[in-house]
């Protein structure tokens, strides 16, 4: 990875390219519509569980039903979610932790929130995961322990053996209880009946105007099948919640690691309310995300025509690799971040320096969208793909902080280090922090 900037590696019972540099980020971007094309589990892999889980959805697809799925989707999340709904979850969490307080062990609680925050400012419903988690909580924990096994997910094949494998079919089971669960809690009631095949004529719209209005009017017009509808909503519901869970908590660690840093955020977020955020948070969360991305690394593009991929090779020339149709070809925000590669990073890859994004918020977006732009910042993607939930991600981020920041004085409890899960998320392990009230 170091001289190329790509290996070869075996995963999903297959070979595949695996992308870790800038020139080759930004080819991945460049083709992405015609050759390095989108191809999720659930054409890599149509019989595993986990294609079960994440079905064909906006993250997975590719071309007509891409389009389809992110002409409802992707402008709805950037224009239509509710500021005052990331209020109500901030503010039910401070009151959270304000009543466990002392060492506590927050993956769980950052879940909660998480899943508190996209339930009540993305599909606009009060599930109240932070007072009293409904069933959607418990059932989802456990579909995670069952898809996310190592050995499933290196040799999926072995899902197609539930006699030899009984768990599997628990899994399947979990699944179908999720799907059922989430479609008890979001869809409008029109929406509800027409999955349940009941009459739609005349589909009269859903009441609400969030991004559920737009996918219930989908599934009411015809736009969505019942599947596309549930597979969209499903992963909706797991992309909104997963990665703002895994970045609040590296942040909350490099955070409490660092009391000098908290007083001086605190000191800075004090002059800088609402939508005039503090700049040394903004810098201090990008800086996070490019040293602990949460989504370290994915493998879910195909190669759709012969094309050849061109890499650096350190101190030497070019290295030209031809790939043929049906190659599956992934990246790793982790070796674009961390290589020695000729980009903002480059002197000091490693290191956590939040002021290497810069002074202003305009100067780290700037910088932000750069980088993006030339595939050495990749936390969020790039190119036609890029992540549409990144401002409400962003947001998420800075009000929970602030809020959490302005309340207590955050110390590890615990140093276990951040690992990748085995289902290749990234955050810290066992975090435990002593949430010390500040004095008033
Ligand atoms: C810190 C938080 C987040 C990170 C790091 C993140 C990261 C990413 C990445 C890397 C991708 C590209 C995936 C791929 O290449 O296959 C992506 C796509 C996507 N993300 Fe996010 N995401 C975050 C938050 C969110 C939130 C809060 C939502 C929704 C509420 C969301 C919705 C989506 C969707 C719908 C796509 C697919 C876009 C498309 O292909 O058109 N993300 N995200």
New binding site residues.
Partial sequence: MSKHGAVVIFFGSQWNVLVGCPEGMAQLFDREAAVLQ?SGNHRKLPHAVISALTGGN??SETGKK?RAY?RV??PA?KDRIDAVGLDVACQRLLGRLKLQQGVLAVTSIVQQYAMEA?TLC?FGKDLKFLDQPPRIHAVHALVKRHIFHPLFLSVPVLDNYPRLFPDRVEARNLISQLEHELLAALPSAEAKQALAGGAVDGASSPSSSNILFDLDEALLKGTFSSREYIDNLK??FI??HE??QQ?LCSLLMVMARDLALQDAIRKDALSHRGDDPSPLLHAVIYET?RLY???PQ?I?RRVAEPCVLSLPSQGGAQLHVPLQPGTYVGWTAFGVHRGRWNTQWQSDPDVFRPSRWGNTVEDIDALARRARSRGEF????GGL?T????A??LR??HLSLTAILGSFRLTLASNDGTQLTPGGLMAPRNLQLRFEPLAD
């Fill in positions: 989108k906006i993250i891409w992110a989707i992707r999340l996209v993305v992963i909706l992309a909104g990665n703002v970045a995300l991305p949460p989504i994915l879910n990749v936390s969020f993607h793909r992540c549409p939930g990144q409400f991600a998420s981020l």
